[in-house]
């Protein structure tokens, strides 16, 4: 695949108007609860869109339609699992986060709320907590980083090496100029993009083959495994796949979304159109995936890029069957998928070392705009870092995901359930949660049965996790191989509950704060 002057054309028209965005919001940030936060003024529209794109990284448009072209349909339960887990977190989450975090001290960050919510222990839980983000985020971030890599390399016939740099450029470019409303408008017009490429490519590819028919005729001479619901991993692998919604609770970027919604009132309407976006997206994904089998099961001879790779194959079908604008049109929703995930999460963690360490801890009196340039210097910090991981030519976009995904929805998934719905909630129950959380990911990731060969590969001090995985987890891990975001969220809250009843209760104002938090969500229908 190689680029013609209207990919070329339409990519850099799409890239430039990213930019002018992100200078356009440098010129409205002026201090820095907007660089992270956007001053608490984005309407239900935005806010939408924003979570909607800030979640759906270049996971929707090239590793959930590879999971599906490679194994078939028993993997569309993750997409049904985040279904079911976005619309819980919608319902539960989103109202009562944006009235909590304005109540305690108006908290910027996930950590910045952790500490005002519990009071007591709060440097301890802000610093733990900002870890965990910066460990999981730097992981999440290099996936984003490898699917731009992906389709620069695809489309541009460079090299991996080159192809990081360009693929991350533009993004780190507007989200470090402009900051939290750069990235959620630029969601906004990239949430559009990829709603558009993902109802359109699974049509065309249908219409190519005959219509629906004749595709399923062809996917059941060709591979009937890949057609049932139930594949070779049995419940089991369908758990892991449906699990992925308990994710949801604990992201921060898309926490952070909810945080800085205009008000209350935005969330009714906010959710409504983010969940139909949602169901359109995944459904789209999910047909590319599955029909992609019968296109390239009755043209072998145009598979070569797709066997060898089938997190390719959105990317491989849109060169094949568009001409060169609208596959430049439905590529650049590759690029947006990539970029407005990547920019989200680089806020994040840039958001996390300002506020939670520099502001926290080293310069308490630093002025507004000494923190927007240090978090613009984070932000350039966070993407090396990134790059950096993303290094390896043979990541996986999916797996690096899932790693990222599981750790953050154990680790605080269950803590913020907890802190907006139960009283007692202390922080030392927030701090075993946490802790528990992202441990018991790491280490249940760790407990498959690892290869003499590959284990000599690894460095020291992953071969000591994979052998404290294996000896805490191993057994249970045989019986059980479920995706790690089970155990790691179940032990995650038991340790929370428990932890929070066998220490000294909150303190009387940090009860009182909770009612009163509480009744005014009552009051408005929550």
């Known amino acids: 695949m190689s680029a013609s002057p209207q990919l070329l054309i339409t ?22 609860d907007d660089y992270i936060l956007g001053g608490r003024s984005l309407g239900g529209y935005v806010t939408a869109m924003a979570a909607g794109a800030s979640d759906m990284s270049g996971w929707l448009l090239m590793g959930l339609p590879g999971a ?14 985040l279904i079911i887990g976005a619309y819980l977190n ?45 460990v999981f985020f730097a992981l999440y971030a290099a996936a984003g980083v490898v699917a731009g890599a992906r389709l620069f390399e695809s489309v541009f016939g460079m090299s991996y090496e080159h192809a990081l740099w360009w693929g991350a450029a533009a993004t780190i470019a507007y989200t470090l100029v402009g900051g939290f409303l750069a990235v959620s408008w630029t969601d906004t017009v990239q949430a559009t993009l990829m709603i558009f490429a993902l109802i359109l490519t699974p049509v065309i590819v249908i219409l190519s083959q005959g219509g629906v028919a ?11 495994e890949k057609l049932a619901w139930l594949g070779s991993g049995g419940v089991i692998a369908v758990i892991s796949a449906a699990a992925w919604g308990l994710g949801y609770f604990g992201q921060p ?14 969330i009714p309407s906010a959710r409504r159109i983010g969940m139909t976006w949602m169901v359109l997206c995944l459904g789209g994904a999910v047909l590319v995936g599955f029909f992609g089998i019968s296109y390239f099961a009755s043209h072998p001879q145009q598979a070569g890029a797709v066997m060898e790779n089938p997190e390719r194959v959105f990317i491989v079908l849109s060169d094949l069957l568009f001409n060169p604008w609208i596959a430049g049109i439905l590529l650049s929703a590759i690029l947006a998928a990539v970029m407005s995930t990547l920019s989200a ?12 360490f520099y502001h926290g801890f080293i310069r308490p009196n630093a002025g ?6 240090f978090g613009r210097a984070m932000v350039a910090v966070v993407a090396l870092v990134a790059i950096f991981i993303a290094r390896d030519p043979e990541s996986r976009v999916l797996g690096l995901v899932g790693y990222a995904w599981a750790g953050f929805g154990a680790a605080f998934g269950p803590v913020v359930l907890l802190s907006l719905f139960w009283r007692r909630m202390n922080a030392w129950g927030a701090l075993a949660g946490i802790v528990l959380g992202a441990l018991v990911v790491i280490l249940w990731a760790n407990a498959k049965p690892v290869e003499a060969a590959a284990l000599a ?20 891990y045989e019986l059980w191989p479920v995706y790690e975001i089970v155990p790691g969220f179940i032990i995650a809250g038991i340790g929370a509950v428990l932890a929070s009843l066998a220490s000294q209760a909150p303190p009387q104002e940090i009860v009182a704060r909770h009612d009163a938090v509480r009744s005014e969500l009552q009051q408005a229908g929550y």
């Open 214 to 224: 004749p595709s399923l005729a062809m996917i059941e001479g060709a591979s009937p």
């Open 253 to 266: 970027h898309i926490l952070a979304r909810f945080m800085a919604a205009e008000s209350l009132a935005t």
């Open 345 to 356: 999460q680089l806020l994040v963690c840039a958001s996390s070392l300002t506020e939670d």
């Open 68 to 81: 599906i072209f490679l194994t078939g349909l028993s993997e569309a339960w993750m997409a049904v699992g």
């Open 368 to 373: 507004q705009k000494e923190l927007v340039w």
């Open 11 to 32: 990519f850099g028209l799409y890239l430039l108007a990213m930019i002018a965005i992100g200078f356009f919001a440098w010129w409205r940030t002026r201090n820095f």
């Open 90 to 134: 919608w319902r539960l989450v989103a109202g009562p986060l944006r009235v909590y975090t304005e109540r305690s001290g108006n908290a910027l960050t996930l950590p910045d709320y952790f500490t005002h919510r519990f009071g007591r222990n709060g440097k301890l839980l802000r610093v733990v907590s900002s870890l965990v983000i910066l």
């Open 457 to 476: 590969e690894m460095s020291p001090l992953a071969r000591a996790i994979a052998g404290i995985g294996r000896g805490l987890f191993g057994a249970l």
